[in-house]
């Protein structure tokens, strides 16, 4: 059969079309809603993850528009799929973390995945205020900021991000991560996952997102982006002072060298497996973790021969301790700064690097020292833990609060004492006082109350959770609705 003249330009005719069609989508170098309009300037091949802060934060703020619209319900719909997401890649998320940033151990990082998909809270954290009379109602709701700029530590990448992700979503907000250069590849697998999350529960794409390249300049200019309001600092001094110093609205979860005190009324056995459990979670990387002891010079002895029996070593050599100090800080001057390669590392690699032969259930290396020595004044996050003697209660508190510096962040106790337990924690007036319990009990381990990885020590909020992430909105209605 032969075709028509007229069939034959038909067919050509649609040809040429869907050419032109395809040629058109290969024009199109991305698909990213953020400020290249397709053509791909902004050099962002895949969504969520953006080469340029401005990109970055323009499709956090079309999420934060889609996610506006969506009910409560919904918004917990999104907060229901990311805790599934974050039980179903516990492991892989920790695998990836320890390989990536060489610290930690990748057990204690699943426990503290488990922890964030069980027990952050989500949208319920959110209340309201009403007060209702003769004048009508009058209610205090929680609304959210927009898009937050959240900084994340290489000490706890991707568990921070999950538990953010749960507290700024369900107050509604959506998130740019600003991580550690040290960890955007175990941050990018994490932000890519509450995005599946997020999209499989039918909530908008980009609701969180994050850099290709994270660096120190981005986080700056982040910090600083003109549609950023608020700002969630999760790391040391420098990160904690530049948020703070932005003028924005700026929560700071800042450095911590939290002291415990152990006093002749405790249960020594029960402290000194507390301590050596507490300081030995994920190698000691945790900020509230344990970082130096201060025991009354009478139980002093009984809880170093306990602390043994629980896996630590204790470094009595001199010249030994002297090595270890030099092995694990560096000096520049007056400037002490970590060793990085010792950072979250199990205490047999820090034994071996001084020449110590450990078994392999040493968890911890315990030595005495004075409240001066660079061990125990640093905050070190390495299973060491440096003892100070002192001869009573009243000389612990002081040495103690001396020790955690002013952070106000953590600080623990083992006594039965009641008035001393209650006087410790007036004097030292930290976000987290533990007593009688390792430090991570803080976090709901073990205990009560709802965990997080951003305690906001220095800025006073205390453990964020959803309601940290939002801000107070008065609606009033005059005259009605009040049925007292
Ligand atoms: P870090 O301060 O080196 O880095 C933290 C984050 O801040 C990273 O994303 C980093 O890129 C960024 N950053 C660092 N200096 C900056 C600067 N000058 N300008 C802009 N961005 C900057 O800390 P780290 O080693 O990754 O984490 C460990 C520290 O974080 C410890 O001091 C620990 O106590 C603290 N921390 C605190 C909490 C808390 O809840 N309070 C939780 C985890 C870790």
């Not at 996610?67 to 969506?70: A, Q, R, W």
């Not at 205490?347 to 071996?352: G, N, R, T, Y």
């Given at each position: 059969?032969e075709?028509?003249?007229e069939?034959v330009?038909e067919?050509?005719?649609?040809i040429?079309?869907e050419?032109?069609?395809t040629?058109?989508v290969?024009e199109?170098?991305c698909d990213?809603?953020?400020?290249?309009?397709g053509?791909g300037?902004?050099?962002?091949?895949?969504d969520y993850?953006?080469?340029?802060?401005?990109s970055?934060v323009?499709?956090?703020?079309?999420?934060y528009?889609e996610?506006?619209?969506?009910s409560?319900?919904?918004?917990e719909?999104?907060?229901h799929?990311?805790r599934?997401k974050c039980l179903?890649y516990a492991?892989?998320?920790?695998?990836?973390?320890?390989?990536?940033?060489?610290?930690?151990r990748?057990e204690?990082k699943i426990?503290?995945?488990l922890?964030?998909?069980?027990?952050?809270?989500?949208?319920?954290?959110?209340?309201t205020?009403?007060?209702?009379?003769?004048?009508g109602?009058?209610?205090?709701?929680?609304?959210?900021?927009?898009?937050i700029?959240a900084?994340?530590?290489?000490?706890?990448p991707?568990?921070t991000?999950?538990?953010?992700?749960?507290?700024?979503?369900?107050?509604?907000?959506?998130?740019v991560f600003?991580?550690?250069?040290?960890a955007?590849e175990?941050t990018?697998?994490?932000?890519?996952l509450v995005?599946e999350?997020?999209?499989e529960?039918?909530?908008?794409?980009n609701?969180?997102?994050?850099f290709?390249?994270?660096s120190i300049e981005?986080?700056?200019?982040?910090?600083?982006?003109?549609?950023?309001?608020?700002?969630?600092?999760t790391g040391g001094?420098g990160?904690?002072k530049?948020?703070?110093?932005?003028g924005?609205?700026?929560?700071?979860?800042?450095?911590?060298?939290?002291?415990?005190?152990?006093?002749?009324?405790?249960?020594i056995?029960?402290a000194?497996?507390d301590?050596i459990?507490?300081?030995?979670?994920?190698?000691?990387?945790?900020?509230?973790?344990?970082?130096?002891?201060?025991?009354v010079?009478?139980i002093?002895?009984?809880?170093?021969e306990?602390?043994q029996k629980?896996?630590a070593?204790?470094?009595?050599?001199?010249e030994?301790?002297k090595?270890l100090v030099?092995t694990?800080?560096?000096?520049?001057?007056?400037?002490?700064?970590?060793?990085?390669?010792?950072?979250?590392?199990d205490?047999?690699?820090?034994?071996?690097a001084i020449?110590?032969y450990?078994?392999?259930?040493?968890?911890?290396i315990?030595f005495?020292?004075?409240k001066?020595?660079?061990?125990i004044?640093?905050e070190?996050?390495?299973?060491?833990l440096?003892?100070?003697?002192?001869?009573?209660f009243?000389e612990?508190?002081?040495v103690?609060?001396e020790?955690?510096?002013?952070?106000?962040?953590?600080a623990h106790?083992?006594s039965?004492n009641?008035?001393?337990l209650?006087?410790?924690?007036?004097?030292?007036?930290?976000a987290?006082?533990?007593?009688n319990?390792p430090?991570y009990?803080a976090?709901?381990?073990g205990?009560?109350?709802?965990p997080?990885?951003t305690?906001?020590?220095?800025?006073?909020?205390g453990?964020s959770?959803?309601?940290t992430?939002?801000k107070?909105r008065?609606?009033?209605?005059?005259?009605?609705l009040?049925?007292?």
């Open positions: 059969m075709a028509s003249t069939l330009q067919i050509v005719a649609k040429m079309k050419m032109s069609k040629e058109s290969a199109k170098k990213c809603s953020g400020g290249c309009k053509n300037s902004c050099k962002n091949n895949e993850i953006f080469s340029d802060v401005d970055a323009a499709a956090a703020k079309q999420a528009k996610l506006k619209k969506l409560i319900k919904e918004r719909n999104i907060i799929k990311i599934e179903t492991e892989r998320l920790s695998v990836m973390a320890v390989d990536e940033t060489g610290m930690g990748v204690d426990t503290k995945h922890l964030v998909a069980e027990k952050t809270p989500g949208t319920e954290d959110l209340t205020t009403a007060w209702s009379g003769d004048g109602l009058t209610l205090v709701e929680q609304g959210p900021f927009g898009v700029a900084i994340t530590p290489s000490t706890n991707t568990a991000v999950f538990c953010n992700s749960i507290g700024m979503i369900a107050a509604g907000n959506s998130v600003a991580p550690h250069p040290g955007k175990c990018k697998f994490a932000v890519k995005n999350a997020s999209i529960a039918g909530g908008p794409k609701i969180v997102v994050t290709d390249k994270p981005i986080t700056s200019a982040l910090m600083n982006h003109k549609d950023i309001p608020f700002i969630s600092a001094p990160v904690v530049q948020a703070c110093s932005s924005k609205r700026a929560i700071g979860a800042g450095a911590g060298n939290p002291p415990v005190i152990v006093d002749e009324t405790a249960d056995k029960a000194a497996r301590i459990d507490g300081a030995t979670f994920d190698n000691n990387l945790p900020c509230i973790a344990e970082k130096e002891i201060v025991a010079e009478e002093c002895d009984e809880l170093v306990e602390m629980n896996g070593y204790l470094l009595e050599d001199p030994l301790i090595k030099n694990v800080l560096i000096r520049k001057g007056d400037k002490v700064t970590l060793n990085r390669k010792f950072v979250g590392r205490a047999k690699v820090i034994l071996d020449g110590v450990a078994e392999d259930s040493v968890r911890c315990i005495k020292g004075c001066k020595h660079l061990l004044v640093e070190l996050m390495m299973p060491i440096g003892i100070v003697t002192v001869k009573d009243e612990a508190v002081e103690a609060v020790l955690e510096h002013g952070n106000r962040h953590s106790m083992h039965k009641i008035d001393r209650t006087y410790f924690a007036r004097e030292v007036d930290t987290i006082f533990v007593k319990a430090s009990s976090l709901g381990v205990a009560e109350g709802y997080t990885f305690i906001a020590s220095k800025t006073g909020e453990l959770s959803a309601k992430f939002t107070a008065r609606c009033v209605l005059k005259d009605s009040s049925i007292k």
